[in-house]
T-cell receptor, first 113, second 114 residues
Framework: GENVEQHPSTLSVQEGDSAVIKCTYSDSASNYFPWYKQELGKRPQLIIDIRSNVGEKKDQRIAVTLNKTAKHFSLHITETQPEDSAVYFCAALRDQAGTALIFGKGTTLSVSS | KAGVTQTPRYLIKTRGQQVTLSCSPISGHRSVSWYQQTPGQGLQFLFEYFSETQRNKGNFPGRFSGRQFSNSRSEMNVSTLELGDSALYLC?????????????FGPGTRLTVT
């Protein structure tokens, strides 16, 4: 079955720096890759997603890139702010699996001012 | 639109008991999935429902079951609770079934088994 590896598990940056989180997946049939942000005690929130027919997607300070050949995708956050501090989860999904997302273990991002 | 809601938000049960958790999806969403979140295992898929039918099931024992009603609301049931079932149970709703549709999570039910 699908397996998603996420790195790093923790990431500390200074406010204004960029942060990059990387995920690799094992199932070449996976074609949908969302990213979720979970603040302490709150629900996971979908922040950006990308489908396999697209190489890159941006939304303000957030971008996701996908390399299908290497089977990895990355989340890029620019100009980080303290409110970006949270746990970020990547996930992968293939059409035949319905809505069964396979998640990475998460990255705890800390942005210090 | 109102978001995904889950009840109850917190629950304390004793080993051996059973529990039922409820999820109301976003209005108009017909697909509901359930996930278990623990510090050790992270987020793991339990099962998903669409049109009152279970479409997929994760790697969990038969003690975990669920159902979906005609109004798309879903319930999950855990029988013969074990200490290891202590977790945050999240449901997520999606507009349609499959094909990489975005999922929106509820606040979760925190289950503690003593």
């Amino acid at each position: 079955g699908e397996n998603v590896e996420q790195h790093p598990s923790t990431l500390s940056v200074q406010e204004g720096d960029s942060a990059v989180i990387k995920c690799t997946y094992s199932d070449s049939a996976s074609n949908y890759f969302p990213w979720y942000k979970q603040e302490l005690g709150k629900r996971p929130q979908l922040i950006i997603d990308i489908r396999s027919n697209v190489g890159e997607k941006k939304d303000q300070r957030i971008a996701v890139t996908l390399n299908k050949t290497a089977k990895h995708f990355s989340l890029h956050i620019t100009e980080t702010q303290p409110e970006d501090s949270a746990v970020y989860f990547c996930a992968a999904l293939r059409d035949q699996a319905g809505t069964a997302l396979i998640f990475g273990k998460g990255t705890t991002l800390s942005v210090s001012s | 639109k109102a978001g995904v809601t889950q009840t109850p938000r917190y629950l304390i049960k004793t080993r051996g008991q059973q529990v039922t958790l409820s999820c109301s999806p976003i209005s108009g969403h017909r697909s509901v999935s359930w996930y278990q979140q623990t510090p050790g295992q992270g987020l793991q898929f339990l099962f998903e429902y669409f049109s009152e039918t279970q479409r997929n099931k994760g790697n969990f024992p038969g003690r975990f079951s669920g159902r979906q009603f005609s109004n798309s609301r879903s319930e999950m049931n855990v029988s013969t609770l074990e200490l290891g079932d202590s977790a945050l149970y999240l449901c997520a709703s999606s507009p349609r079934y499959g094909q990489g549709r975005e999922q929106y999570f509820g606040p979760g039910t925190r289950l503690t088994v003593t």
